[in-house]
């Protein structure tokens, strides 16, 4: 079955970096576009980054652009998001999410909590 | 990229029917037909409801149904049960400059009383 686990998590401060990781199984990682999507403790979902199967295309929410950077290895099966200057309105549960065409996200992980504070 | 626009909360009685609307923009909701919705339980992560406004994946039970008019997506649980009570989510695919971008909603959270 379709798994996906994220993890590097933590408390980072203010300005600092971050690089979390999400390991997928149970499906065709190579072939499938991927995002993260995060949300703020007691708040909505925002949509954060996408990026397409052969790694070479992406795009951002305006929010993270410039400072976030999603990769992905598909030897390892897995995706990765890189976060620097960190803010305090990072703070967040990260998920990454399988995408399924047509902004469909069919499985997510169990999400990854990052905590921006000095 | 504004968030589309949800009621905060909805609610009904058991066996009721609720719709949560999903208001969006001739950008993302009234241009292309990529809506979908999520249901998400406190302290899990969402779960695939409808995609493509109103295509129901297996396993999800016809309760759940989706349409939209112009800027605006509608998702309706008939028959409501206890076990509907959750936070729901929509969310459109849009394009700006040429950008592969999503967008959620507000989020609306369903009381069954």
């Known amino acids: 079955q379709v798994q996906l686990v994220e993890s590097g998590g933590g408390v980072v401060p203010p300005g600092g970096s971050l690089r979390l990781s999400c390991a997928a199984s149970?499906?065709?990682?190579?072939?499938?576009?991927m995002h993260w999507v995060r949300q703020t403790p007691g708040k909505g979902l925002e949509w954060v980054a996408i990026i397409w199967s052969d790694g070479g295309t992406d795009f951002y929410a305006d929010s993270v652009k410039g400072r976030f950077t999603i990769s992905r290895d598909n030897s390892e099966n897995t995706l990765h998001l890189q976060m620097n200057s960190l803010r305090g309105e990072d703070t967040a549960v990260y998920y990454c999410a399988k995408d399924a065409q047509h902004a469909t996200f069919d499985y997510w992980g169990q999400g990854v909590m990052v905590t921006v504070s000095s | 990229q504004s968030a589309l626009t949800q009621p905060p909360s909805a609610s009904g009685s058991p066996g009721q029917s609720v719709t949560i609307s999903c208001t969006g923009t001739?950008?993302?909701?009234?241009?292309?037909?990529?809506v979908s919705w999520y249901q998400q339980h406190a302290g899990k992560a969402p779960k695939l409801l409808i995609h493509d406004v109103s295509k129901r994946p297996s396993g999800v039970p016809d309760r759940f149904s989706g349409s939209k008019s112009a800027n605006t997506a509608s998702l309706t649980v008939s028959g409501l049960q206890a076990e509907d009570e959750a936070d729901y989510y929509c969310c459109s695919y849009t394009s700006i400059g040429g950008a592969d971008l999503r967008v959620f909603g507000t989020g609306t959270k369903v009381t069954v009383l």
């Open positions: 149970g499906f065709t990682f190579s072939r499938s576009y």
């Open positions: 001739s950008g993302d909701i009234g241009r292309y037909n990529y």
